[in-house]
Each structure stands twice: as C-alpha cells, then as structure tokens.
C-alpha cells in the first residue's frame, strides 16, 4: 500500500509520497508575494534610497515565508510554480527565502528561478517563479533562456511564462498564466481565455515538444459582468475531451463552461475541499492544469483519483490535509497577508512510460 503523508485525514485528500515513476508538479498564487512582509519593504525601500537603513528585524525569514514553506511541505512536489510573485530584486529575495526553507523542511535540493516581468497587477509589476527538485527533473533551457513570455492579444493583460522540463522519459513544456480578472471589462478576460483555446487547439504554435502543459490562476467566472451579458470569458474555450483536459473542473463540471462554482451550497465540507479560493462564501476553482492530448500518456484519465492524481492542499480549515493551525479564525484580509487567498493544486505525471518524445 502506498504511504501517504497526512495520516487520519485521507477522506479530505493527501499526496502520495514521491516515487521514482511519478513527478508531482504544483501550481500556487501567492498574494502579492514579496510586497506584504516589513522585510521586502524594506529592500525595496533600500534599493529607491542609498541612505535607507534597514531594521534589524527586517534580516530574518518573516513568518509569512515559513507559513507557505509549512503548506507546501504537506505534499512531495518536485516542481512548484508561483504566481504573483513581485519582479526584481524583492522577487528574487523572497523566492530564495521560501526555497532554502523549503529545502530546510524537505530536506531536498530545491533550485529556483524567476522570469523576466509578466506585467502589473494589483498595484506591482509580477513575475513568476520555479522551485525544481534537481534532483530530480532537468531544466531545459530555451537557447539560453530559463524561460520565454508568450504574450496575450490584449496588451494590457500579463504574459504567460513558458518554461521547458525534463523527468525521467516525459518531456514536456509548461506555460504558467495569470489571467485578467477586471470585471469592469470582458474582453479582458476574453481575450486571455481566447489565448488559451488557441494555445489548447493548436499547441505546436507554442512549443517543439508535443507535451503542453498550462497551469496557473484563469480566474473563471471570476469578476462581476453585466447581468445581460452574462459572459466571464471560459465560454471562449471550444472544449474538445480529444485534444485537452482539466481535471480539476471536470471533476464536478463535465462541459467545463458551465458550472461557476463547486457546488451550491458553499460551506459544506464536501464543496469547500474541491475550491481553489480561502474564503467560506464560495467554491470557485481559478487555479487549474490544462493537459494537451500528448499528456495523457503520462496522466492517467481513466482511473485518476482525487487526492491520487491530482488535488488541493487545503490549509485554512481544520478538516483540511494541509491544515495550518488557527488559520480558520483569521479574517480573509489576513488569511491573504499571512498566507494567501488561493489554495495550491497540484497534479501527478508518470515519467517512466518507456517512450521518448519524438
């Protein structure tokens, strides 16, 4: 019998421990990281002001870095993905605070890295970030690049981050996204979920390896649109179960257009562990993976199991797998400070098939 990590808790969902012929990725937006904690203020303060003098108390690890290294170390993940991270030298300084606990808690060889600028929301300008388990699976860099942008038709929306990997025998290229989330403007959102139809239809445009995967927040059915409209930019994927996949909203939504949320009554337990928001007024599922037909040799869609295959670390209530003690009685402003208002998701890909990409 396979062990799991979270014991007494496996009805609510846990991950299976690593194995060599599996590789666990994870995907996880992080409120604002690198722009909340006094310390990064105050590197991004020193940086603007030569004469700046740091606080003592601002040379440390902040408790806010140790809390995602403590959710993130509930699961066995070899690759983990950060959306929202601050660009810069103040991204830079908290990723490589939240890698050294990681490998602290994992007792792993975690390597990070960032992108280039994806563009501005919620008031700073974003990147993405990649923790890997070198150990392993490989980079594999895109000429010299660890990462290319992939840009959305709508200018004014972030960029997409391409990056490209190797475990075992699956090969494979992963976009990272974060969509616009404006409601005061549809065709934000449309156009970014235009991208990913076309991205999902036609992945050859966007990679030599046949194996995409997307991951990220997509924000769906997110933002509040005109009544009469009625139109939150999803309705844009031309779904097709014979070219792509995303198990996380399948899972309760078979059309994957048409269901906003979870289920309808938000605050039962049997809805709430399938959401990808912390908040007790709903179950929506922004953050996802997205799995091109290639990728289904390495994900098993017959049999897949929640909490087995794929899931959703939940830490902010006391059933949850990943529970952080207290974080139930914290208001929703400061479960984000301390934590986040996402949940990270994460799927498994075997890696040992025996075949190679052509």
Not at 215 to 223: I, K, P, S, T
Request: glycine share 6%; charged share 30%; aromatic share 12%.
């Amino acid at each position: 019998m396979t062990a799991l990590l979270f014991g007494g808790l496996s009805s609510f969902g846990q991950v299976v421990k690593s194995k060599k012929a599996y590789l666990n990725i994870c995907s996880f937006n992080v409120y604002k990281f690198g722009a909340v904690d006094s310390k990064y203020k105050a590197i991004s303060k020193s940086l603007k002001d030569e004469d700046y003098v740091r606080p003592d108390s601002t040379f440390g690890i902040p408790d806010r870095i140790k809390n995602c290294a403590d959710v993130l170390s509930k699961g066995v993940f070899e690759l983990i993905v950060l959306q929202e991270v601050k660009h810069g030298a103040v991204g830079d300084s908290v990723i490589s605070d939240l890698c050294a606990q990681l490998n602290q808690k994992c007792k792993r060889k975690y390597k990070w890295f960032n992108s280039d600028k994806i563009g501005k929301g919620l008031g700073m300008s974003e990147c993405m970030a990649f923790l890997y388990d070198s150990v392993k699976v490989k980079l594999n860099l895109q000429g010299w690049m660890k990462s290319s942008l992939v840009a959305c038709a709508d200018n004014r929306n972030r960029n997409y981050v391409k990056t490209c990997w190797k475990a075992g025998d699956f090969d494979f290229t992963l976009v990272s996204c974060h969509f616009a989330w404006n409601g005061k403007d549809p065709l934000r959102r449309q156009a970014d979920y235009e991208k990913l139809n076309d991205m999902l239809h036609h992945p050859q445009k966007y990679s030599d390896d046949p194996d995409l995967i997307i991951v990220g927040d997509f924000n769906r059915f997110g933002g509040s649109f005109s009544k009469n409209k009625k139109e939150f930019g999803i309705q844009h994927v031309d779904y097709d179960s014979e070219k792509f996949r995303v198990p996380h909203v399948e899972h309760f939504d078979s059309t994957v257009i048409s269901i906003k949320q979870v289920g309808k009554d938000a605050s039962s337990v049997d809805n709430q562990k399938y959401s990808t928001t912390v908040s007790d007024k709903n179950t929506y599922v922004y953050d996802q993976f997205w799995i091109t037909k290639d990728v289904f040799e390495e994900y098993d869609l017959i049999g897949h199991e929640w909490t087995k295959d794929f899931g959703v670390l939940v830490f902010d209530e006391p059933w949850g797998n990943a529970y952080m003690d207290g974080v139930e009685k914290l208001s929703n402003n400061d479960t984000k400070a301390q934590f986040s208002d996402h949940r990270p998701i994460w799927m498994r890909f075997k890696i040992n098939t025996g075949n190679e990409d052509d």
